[in-house]
T-cell receptor
Framework: KAGVTQTPRYLIKTRGQQVTLSCSPI?????VSWYQQTPGQGLQFLFE???????NKGNFPGRFSGRQFSNSRSEMNVSTLELGDSALYLC?????????????????FGPGTRLTVL | TQLLEQSPQFLSIQEGENLTVYCNSS?????LQWYRQEPGEGPVLLVT?????EVKKLKRLTFQFGDARKDSSLHITAAQPGDTGLYLC???????????FGSGTQLTVLP
């Protein structure tokens, strides 16, 4: 089974621009979560999408948004980029186990998109 | 806000030594996951622990979930240079798929 894929892997933008990152989950996984990783703050949760709906949201400004398509693929968008948005953006997918199945809803991460804002 | 404190932050040891990484919180988690991350890559799942007191072994790695499901530890026996990487613990607070990550432990195993 192919893993989580993210495109592009590297991106350089300037302040004020906007950017869209893409994530394709593992086949059969219905939930996609996004995380931001920086040296200072570590890994922080951005938001999670399931069935094309945002289910959970972290403590990030409204400039950060996302969406999920019917095939579970997801995109996140950052508008009006700031220098502090430079980070590794990670996407994780999970199967969303139905209630009768046992076990946690483990998240599997993609390789990330390295965004540099100049 | 649930926080996970991970220690130590940095660890540099010689090949063959043993080490333990700790992950502590004042909050209860429904499950706790350990990941290892290489530079420029995403975290790779090592193990998920769910039951309080649970112990899981993965070759030379032993993972333990505290009885109260508030803390966890990772013990590596006879560390090897290939174990070098950033080790992250992450807790799932409940039904939400929203992981809270520890700050990570950067492990360097010297040959």
């Amino acid at each position: 089974k192919a893993g989580v894929t993210q495109t592009p892997r590297y991106l350089i933008k300037t302040r004020g621009q906007q950017v869209t990152l893409s994530c394709s989950p593992i086949s059969g996984h219905r939930s996609v979560s996004w995380y931001q990783q920086t040296p200072g703050q570590g890994l922080q949760f951005l938001f999670e999408y399931f069935s094309e709906t945002q289910r959970n949201k972290g403590n990030f400004p409204g400039r950060f948004s996302g969406r999920q398509f019917s095939n579970s693929r997801s995109e996140m968008n950052v508008s009006t980029l700031e220098l502090g948005d430079s980070a590794l953006y990670l996407c994780a997918s999970s199967p969303v186990l139905i209630l009768k199945e046992k076990g946690p809803d483990t998240q599997y991460f993609g390789p990330g998109t390295r965004l540099t804002v100049l | 806000t649930q926080l996970l404190e991970q220690s130590p932050q940095f660890l540099s040891i010689q090949e063959g030594e043993n080490l333990t990484v700790y992950c502590n919180s004042s909050s209860v988690f429904s499950s706790l996951q350990w990941y290892r991350q290489e530079p420029g890559e995403g975290p790779v799942l090592l193990v998920t622990v769910v039951t309080g007191g649970e112990v899981k072994k993965l070759k030379r790695l032993t993972f333990q979930f505290g009885d109260a499901r508030k803390d966890s530890s990772l013990h590596i026996t006879a560390a090897q240079p290939g174990d070098t990487g950033l080790y992250l613990c992450a807790g799932e607070p409940g039904s939400a798929r929203q992981l809270t990550f520890g700050s990570g432990t950067q492990l360097t195993v010297l040959p």
